[in-house]
DNA sequence: GTCTATAAAGGGATAGAC
DNA sequence: GTCTATCCCTTTATAGAC
């Protein structure tokens, strides 16, 4: 393997798992399998290494879950559908260390935050603001403003799901109750965007 | 003041500010006007110390939100109330620096994540579970699962506004956006919880 | 209890051999 | 390019005077 890939592995993991401050270059060096100095001539500081790491980091966040077969399905279904594989990939080990590293660091590291958001949520929402916006014109979904449906189905199916993972909570993340908060969050989610012609008791807002 | 009232204020502040590695017990002292060695009398390292700042945060963590006036404020206004009093609180700078430094490190200091869960969200959760209980009982919101209105109604308000204030974005942060994303929540929840008779097309899981 | 001064350890970064 | 050995600064923690 390359050198360099060898290194930010192992930084990657370091980091994660350590968070920037307690990460030591020692400790990325031993384990990535070469000494310090060698660190040192690929990356000039630890703060560059970190952001190589963080760059490196978002070709990963790039997943494609609205790839299943678009069939005629029932929508109900096929949101659920969405639903389960983003909430699977929200909660994998790997994104919530992520979110952590970022989270923590998204003050002292400019441009971080934003960086991450772009390649992250920001990718996701846009595929899926299209994914509505279709199914709206098929008459499928209520006509809306696609890209706040898109936000609050996000929103519905996360719960507090990732909040929770992000905790280090142990209770509350098993598969079942995981999969009571999407199935409840599909559902509202299709309550307040079913296309049925309804009758509105009172405006919404104020 | 007390000595170690002063001690954990600037504890706190440093802690928020660098998070905990990089926070150095120099820098509380100097912030606290005390020598460093009085850092010790009062706690015995540097793990500690961060402890008793975790554990004092948890008072400042239980605002009351649902204490407005119980009028007969229609309910989508009293929603939009609770909802904009729930998202600034989530949004002031306390908070989110507060947030972070759980999130960062939860993974590295047993129970934290679950003592900043119970203090806060899950108490939080409780009252407005127990609102919408009575709003429920009183034929303002279609009946349901009390619990699952109070997190969905969480989840629609706050929508990505307190990512972005965790990830540090300027950007989608003012008021006009942080109230459009509120009103649309509220707008969103309301439709799936009025209490309207209501024609459902399909069944909403498959 | 509070300070100054310091011990002891760790970690970022580099010099110089190969 | 890669290593070993080391510099030097920061930081945690404590000793000892007052």
Redesign the interface.
């Known amino acids: 393997m390359d050198k360099v890939q060898q290194i930010l592995t192992a930084a990657r993991a370091i980091f994660m ?6 990460a030591s270059m020692d400790a990325v060096a031993t384990r990535a399998g070469v000494s310090k100095a060698t660190l040192y001539v690929y990356f000039a500081n630890k703060q560059e290494l970190f952001a190589s790491v963080i760059l490196e980091e978002r070709a990963r966040y790039a997943p494609s879950f609205l790839a299943g077969e678009q069939g005629r ?2 929508m ?2 096929r949101l ?1 559908r969405f639903a389960r594989a983003l909430v699977v990939f929200l909660l994998s080990a790997e994104i919530v260390a992520s ?10 590291v400019p441009g ?3 960086a ?2 772009n390649n992250g ?1 920001a990718r996701l929402l846009e595929r899926l603001e299209q994914f509505m916006a279709r199914a709206m014109g098929a008459g499928l979904l209520r006509r809306a ?1 696609a890209h ?1 449906a898109a ?2 189905f ?3 199916v ?3 799901l990732q ?2 993972a ?4 142990k209770q509350g993340l098993g598969s079942r109750a995981v999969d009571a ?1 999407i ?14 012609a ?9």
């Not at 979110?99 to 002292?108: G, K, M, Q």
């Not at 309804?198 to 104020?206: C, N, T």
Request: hydrophobic residues 40%; contains cysteine.
């Open positions: 798992q350590q968070g920037y401050a307690a399905e029932p109900p279904a659920l979110c952590r590293l970022v989270i923590a660091e998204a003050e002292r971080l935050g934003q991450f958001y949520p403003d706040v936000e609050q996000i929103d519905l996360r719960g507090d909040l929770r992000l905790l280090g909570l908060v199935r409840r969050g599909v559902e509202s989610f299709y309550r307040a965007y079913e296309p049925a309804r009758v509105r008791i009172r405006k919404p807002a104020a």
